[in-house]
């Protein structure tokens, strides 16, 4: 049963507008959260973390929401490039192991010039 | 970039061969990982390892076994390789930061395909 949920496979947003990526986690114990962004053939590629105890971390073009209370993190790109084009997972950690990560299957996004 | 490669990066073999995939850092990261990504599963943990000799099973650890004598170094065997093995592989590391979380790095992946 995954514990880490992207329910949305693709996403395709103009260029300059807002990227909205949703994830969904289970378990309550989870208290580290991650984005990566992987392109094709290659590895994938830290983007930005957020820690349970805040509810949003800014990385230049990048932001991420995290509602503990309704187990749900958002990853938000604005504004959106042509090069964001990407497979973004969201990953989570914690259950007393901080160093087991557990992942999404991944959201497709498209950026449309 | 984190100093990890991954060998072969493609290999096609033949069901029922055993099959040996290599992961090396030079990043010196006490946590090495192997993940396999297939549509629609993202990227699912196989065994991850946290020290020399010290390995954990993953989330679909079945058919796969896992080996580190080196800081550096961490293989993926497949002793008998079997068609739903067919996937991209994916090696990454992390290092320990007691009380913070920490990001992991990934290799370039290795395509097996089980004929």
């Known amino acids: 049963d995954q514990q880490v949920k992207q329910n949305s496979p693709s996403l395709s947003v103009q260029e300059g507008r807002i990227s909205i990526l949703n994830c969904d986690y289970t378990n309550s114990m989870f208290d580290y959260f991650l984005w990566y962004k992987k392109y094709p053939a290659e590895g994938p590629t830290f983007l930005i973390s957020i820690s349970s105890i805040k509810d949003k971390n800014e990385d230049g073009r990048f932001t991420v929401f995290l509602n503990k209370s309704a187990k749900h993190l958002s990853l938000h790109i604005v504004p959106s490039q042509p090069g964001d084009s990407a497979v973004y997972f969201c990953a989570a950690s914690g259950v007393g192991n901080f160093n087991k990560f557990y992942f999404g299957s991944g959201t497709k996004l498209n950026v449309k010039p | 970039d984190a100093g990890i490669t991954q060998s072969p990066r493609h290999k096609v073999t033949e069901t029922g061969t055993p099959v040996t995939l290599r992961c090396h850092q030079t990043?010196?990261?006490?946590?090495m990982y192997w993940y396999r990504q297939d549509p629609g599963h993202g990227l699912r943990l196989i065994h991850y390892?946290?020290?020399?000799?010290?390995?954990d099973k993953g989330e679909v650890s079945d058919g796969y076994s896992v080996s580190r004598s080196k800081t550096e170094d961490f293989l993926l065997t497949l002793e008998s390789a079997t068609s739903s093995q067919t996937s991209v592989y994916f090696c990454?590391?992390?290092?320990?930061?007691?009380?913070?979380?920490?990001?992991?790095?990934f290799g370039p992946g290795t395509r097996l395909t089980v004929l």
């Open positions: 990043e010196n990261h006490r946590y």
């Open positions: 990454a590391i992390s290092e320990s930061r007691r009380g913070v979380g920490n990001e992991q790095f």
């Open positions: 390892s946290y020290g020399v000799k010290d390995t």
